[in-house]
């Protein structure tokens, strides 16, 4: 039988237990995850509506590609995540590659670029599966010649680059501002961090309790893109020597840089070599904790999840997909 006493002490409980759960989000972490309100651009190539326009046109264009059969949109296809779903990406001469396609959403957040990070700027990056043998195979210098023959790319480029007109650094920071303009849309996890409690699920925020606590996930997945943007070995099968073959560092063995996981629905498969299918699997593959070889990640250490787990884990994984507008296709110049 109920006292009012005991009547009393339930409510506090309930009230306290209610205030808990609102305390990991929006409250706690809501800082940490929270959309930044603008794209940061470099000083030494700043924003402007037609230098994006301009690198959205040579995103798309198939003259940047030896054999005029790839362009950018090839490997980072927009209806895939701005990835291209295979394991391996397509090789310029009929041939998949070791490793699989990074998404180019969010890039504008990044600090390195490719799986090893061997590039330090999006300028660096464009210019190595341009250029590459094994992918669009054109050197720059030949791309600057195509370009100069089309009288719509004269035009805009002197409009973009006064005086300068078409030239290989023209090139390069057209398409790294277009990129730049690639966020992931506004997401339902995102409305939730806003105060929208019926934005997410019970499941999807059960989900994001595991993801920051038991599961562990949020030691490399961090802030609003979720990722460190740092290069971990995750103890995955592989004989890819990753990042170790840029800084020399033992430690660098294996390691790979951490993906954002914005829109991560859309982009399977996953890993660095797409060896992984499925959501489903990856968090297996961390419920294992990879091989507990010496240059594994310290943070990476098995995390015994049970099935009802993994799927509100998977729950909260779907919400960060956003409401991204459909990608209109650039007219290109002749």
Same mark, same amino acid.
């Given at each position: ?147 100069r023959n089309v009288d719509g790319y ?11 007109? $078409?030239?290989?650094?023209? +090139?390069?920071?057209? #398409?790294?501002?277009?990129? =730049? ?5 506004? @997401? !339902? ?92 699997? $990856?968090?297996?593959?961390? +419920?294992?904790?990879? #091989?507990?070889?010496?240059? =594994? ?5 098995? @995390? !015994? ?30």
């Amino acid at each position: 039988m109920k006292t009012p006493a005991t009547g009393l002490i339930l409510a506090l409980l309930l009230t306290s237990s209610q205030s808990f759960a609102s305390d990991l989000a929006p409250n706690h972490l809501q800082q940490q995850y929270k959309r930044p309100g603008s794209i940061p651009f470099p000083a030494d190539n700043p924003y402007s509506a037609e230098k994006a326009q301009l690198g959205k046109m040579l995103f798309f264009d198939q003259r940047l590609s030896r054999n005029f059969n790839m362009n950018c949109a090839t490997c980072h296809n927009p209806s895939l995540g701005w990835e291209d779903g295979v394991a391996g990406a397509f090789g310029g001469q009929g041939k998949n590659l070791s490793r699989h396609s990074p998404t180019t959403l969010n890039m504008a957040w990044s600090n390195s670029f490719f799986w090893d990070g061997r590039a330090a700027t999006l300028e660096e990056q464009i210019r190595g599966p341009v250029e590459s043998p094994n992918e669009m195979d054109l050197p720059l210098s030949t791309a600057v010649e195509r370009l100069r023959n089309v009288d719509g790319y004269k035009r805009r480029f002197e409009q973009v680059f006064p005086g300068k007109g $078409v030239h290989k650094d023209g +090139i390069l920071k057209a #398409i790294a501002t277009y990129e =730049r303009t690639l966020v992931s849309g506004t @997401a !339902p996890f995102d409305r939730w961090i806003e105060g929208d409690e019926a934005a997410l699920s019970d499941a999807a925020k059960r989900g994001f309790t595991l993801f920051n606590g038991k599961a562990a996930c949020s030691q490399c997945h961090t802030g609003w893109n979720l990722t460190d943007n740092q290069f971990h070995d995750i103890g995955l099968p592989t004989n890819d020597a990753g990042r170790i073959t840029i800084t020399g560092n033992a430690k660098d063995q294996h390691a790979f840089k951490t993906p954002g996981l914005r829109n991560i629905r859309q982009r399977a498969p996953y890993m660095h070599n797409g060896s992984l299918k499925t959501l489903e699997q $990856v968090i297996v593959h961390y +419920i294992g904790g990879g #091989i507990p070889r010496e240059s =594994r990640s310290p943070q990476v250490q098995s @995390a !015994p999840l049970n099935s009802n787990e993994i799927s509100d884990l998977i729950a909260f994984l779907e919400s960060l997909t956003g409401d991204d507008q459909p990608v209109s296709l650039p007219i290109l110049p002749y």
